[in-house]
């Protein structure tokens, strides 16, 4: 029994050694893991397509809202915005604009026509189409309108110095031309019969 012990405590120290070692090597890998997880994680917060995205969804959200506190929507606001822009514009013309649906636009003309800010008018040449105009009582929600983009867009830029705000624009308004001019192109490939095809609104 004396002289087993000794095999008995070697065989207890290789045991504990290579335990030991079975959890480093068990510890290493999942430590690994986290990291590249973690870099993972910090290159798709830094991508700039994912930046683009997210920035505009929080800013569509505070948009709406604001919208609602004044008892409008933003999509409402974004047409008086666009019929001051172009006065006269047509329904088709802003539902292409606003990306949605021309019913969609009619409806949102309904109720700003209702509460006597838009009129829509006859096109002098095609009375198929109507044009849309704003009227008085639009000219003071356009005023409170400013002023909400005037403060998101000073919460939005807030520690970010003049020079940067600069390039940042210009880089913004580079890619707006390039995903525009992708889109015309496109547009001009697109089947002839399926643009004759669309209903002017």
Do not use: C, Y
Not at 1 to 19: E, G, N
Not at 93 to 119: H, N, Y
């Amino acid at each position: 029994m004396i002289v087993q012990m000794p095999l008995l405590w070697r065989v207890a120290a290789l045991h504990r050694t290579h335990s030991s070692q079975t959890g480093i090597h068990m510890i290493t890998p999942l430590m690994i893991n986290a990291t590249q997880r973690k870099r993972r994680l910090d290159d798709f917060h830094r991508d700039l397509l994912f930046l683009l995205h997210d920035v505009a969804r929080l800013i569509r959200v505070d948009a709406d809202k604001r919208a609602r506190l004044h008892g409008m929507t933003r999509a409402q606001w974004a047409i008086l915005i666009w019929l001051e822009r172009q006065p006269g514009i047509s329904q088709k013309e802003l539902s292409e604009l606003l990306e949605v649906e021309p019913i969609t636009v009619a409806r949102l003309i309904d109720r700003l026509e209702a509460r006597g800010m838009v009129e829509r008018r006859p096109d002098p040449r095609d009375r198929r189409i109507w044009r849309l105009h704003l009227l008085r009582p639009a000219r003071d929600v356009l005023h409170e309108i400013d002023e909400q983009l005037a403060d998101m867009a000073h919460i939005v830029t807030a520690g970010i110095n003049e020079e940067a705000i600069e390039v940042m624009t210009e880089a913004l308004m580079r890619m707006k031309a390039t995903l525009t001019q992708e889109a015309h192109a496109s547009r001009r490939g697109a089947d002839p019969a399926e643009t004759d095809a669309r209903e002017e609104v």
